[in-house]
């Protein structure tokens, strides 16, 4: 599984992230899926929170066509 960061959109103490990722599933089809990530950075400069949209049913739908 190969994932990457295709854009990143800081917002003060958040920073939203587009990811996509692209694989090859155990029965050996190719897999393509993205999704967002929210991270929160606390005043220290550490992840408080990170919260993930992605749609898994579409993943899955991938593996099994």
Request: charged content about 20%.
């Amino acid at each position: 599984l190969e994932m990457k960061a295709d854009q990143i959109f800081p917002v003060e103490n958040e920073a939203g992230v587009k990811w996509s990722a692209s694989g090859v599933g155990r029965n050996g089809r190719m897999v393509a899926f993205e999704g967002v990530d929210v991270f929160v950075i606390n005043k220290t400069g550490k992840i408080q929170t990170v919260k993930g949209f992605w749609n898994p049913a579409a993943l899955m739908a991938e593996l099994m066509a």
